[in-house]
């Protein structure tokens, strides 16, 4: 196979025939592959040949996205210190663009790439092709998405318009993994399913996570926090990295937000400064490092208590320090367990966990356990009008999910769950809730998480 691609790198031969196709199925890139189930890979060799090699390589689409997974007999980063680049020859014209007639390159451990286009070449990072990534932690399987229209490069050129060529590519070693062909169906995916935001039943408890990246407290950003806040009416709004002022005057600051907001309760701790607002009152507050355990009295409303630890993970490359901490919540979260709780109380992890290293991390956490002895449910909602679960969009890095709900699924169900954003939210929803376009990104980098708790009410 590799023999036989060199020898089409050094002739002047298009990409293009024969094509393949895969039907194209619902995808979305949350680092989960169930929904690849059904859709055969495009390439899959024998046996992987080097240490560092390929073992699948699937590829789907919609109107909107070409989607690829990509299986490795290694783990790695997918956004950090790996040599693997993805070649996508896209025009149908064969050799115009560079190996082998790629007019898209990019380099994922580095994050960057070009387009090249009549004899020039245009240097991007992820936002010119929209792309997304999952997961963000280790592995050996990845998922990605790349909008057709990304950039006005890529419609010039007709990216999606004709037959693919993909190859992947390892620049340390300069071996081709694979090439496959894959032909575009741009087949219509369904519009967003709902008109509301609302809870499905106004008896649920809406949990609002969300990482304030210091933005809180800042008087430009008072309107946008309110209109978002006031769309989703949390019940319980949780914060991280809310640095600046008390707790009662991050309250006072998110008041105009928040439904009935004289009878709230105001909560701070943990040194990433995690914050709980709430009308339920807490009977305990525990910082454990960045992060933050509150239990919550949820009576008269519901019957009993919520067991809730604020996220707030150490970030970056600190992965030493994200796993202590990790094993110093789930130990946490066993003595709460032990000697405090009522059995079948809900416990409820949520925040930015920045789970950007070992999974190892993430199962930690859900080794917290579940009452039954099973491991804490991921929740993992997606965006309302994007096929990902991505809640974190910023400089240098592709979107991905850095904010988790986990929970005590042997006791806790939830209703509805998404992770909120306005950009290209739908106009009559925008309108609904007297949304602006811009007030997300007015306050994020990272995205408000969403779940509506069904909590058992007194008999």
């Known amino acids: 196979m590799r023999s036989h691609w060199m020898y089409c790198l050094l002739l002047p031969v298009a990409w293009f025939s024969p094509a393949l196709s895969a039907q194209p199925v619902p995808i979305v890139v949350d680092g989960r592959f169930e929904d690849w189930k059904t859709i055969s890979p495009l390439f899959q060799p024998d046996r992987p040949e080097k240490a560092f090699d390929l073992t699948s390589l699937w590829a ?45 390159v990019f380099f994922f ?110 008087p430009d950003k ?9 769309a989703l009416s949390p019940d319980i709004l949780v914060l991280e990295e809310a640095y600046e002022g008390s707790p009662e005057e991050i309250l006072d600051y998110f008041r105009p937000a928040l439904p009935n907001a004289a009878d709230w309760h105001a909560y701070k701790a943990g040194e990433e400064a995690t914050v709980v607002l709430s009308p339920f009152k807490a009977i305990q507050v525990a910082p454990l490092g960045n992060s933050a355990a509150y239990l919550l009295d949820l009576r008269p409303v519901y019957d009993g208590e919520l067991a809730l630890i604020v996220l707030s993970l150490p970030c970056c490359r600190a992965d030493s320090a994200r796993q202590a901490e990790a094993e110093q919540i789930a130990g946490y979260v066993q003595l709460w367990k032990n000697f405090q709780l009522k059995p079948g109380t809900p416990i409820v992890l949520a925040g930015d966990a920045n789970l950007v290293g070992p999974v190892e991390q993430l199962l ?38 850095l904010d988790y709900v986990l929970y005590s699924a042997s006791c806790l169900k939830v209703g509805r769950r998404f992770v909120f954003d306005t950009v290209d939210l739908p106009a009559p929803l925008l309108k609904r809730y007297d949304l602006r376009p811009e007030d997300a990104p007015d306050t994020y980098k990272h995205m408000p998480v969403v779940a509506d708790l069904i909590l058992p009410h007194p008999k």
């Open 364 to 401: 930690t956490l859900q080794q917290a356990g579940d009452w039954d002895g099973a491991p804490l449910e991921d929740l993992c909602p997606r965006q309302l009008q994007r096929p990902t679960a991505a809640t974190w969009r910023g400089a240098g890095f592709s979107p991905s999910r």
């Open 60 to 104: 789907t689409d919609d109107e909107d996205y070409l989607f690829l997974r990509i299986d490795l007999n290694q783990d790695i980063l997918l956004q950090e210190n790996n040599s693997l680049a993805l070649y996508l020859d896209i025009d149908g014209q064969g050799v115009t663009g560079d190996l082998a007639g790629a007019e898209i």
């Open 222 to 230: 008072r309107d946008a926090f309110t209109r978002i806040y006031r």
């Open 109 to 218: 451990g580095e994050r960057k790439g070009y387009i090249q286009h009549d004899g020039e070449s245009l240097p991007i990072e992820y936002q010119a092709l929209d792309l997304c990534t999952a997961p963000s932690t280790m592995g050996r399987s990845f998922e990605l998405s790349i909008a057709w229209d990304a950039h006005p490069w890529l419609k010039k050129l007709g990216f999606g318009q004709h037959p693919l060529g993909v190859m992947l590519f390892d620049r340390r070693a300069k071996e081709i993994l694979c090439y496959a062909y894959y032909s575009p169906q741009r087949e219509a995916h369904s519009p967003i399913s709902t008109s509301t935001l609302d809870k499905a039943d106004p008896n649920h408890l809406r949990l609002v996570t969300h990482n304030v990246n210091k933005r809180h407290l800042q």
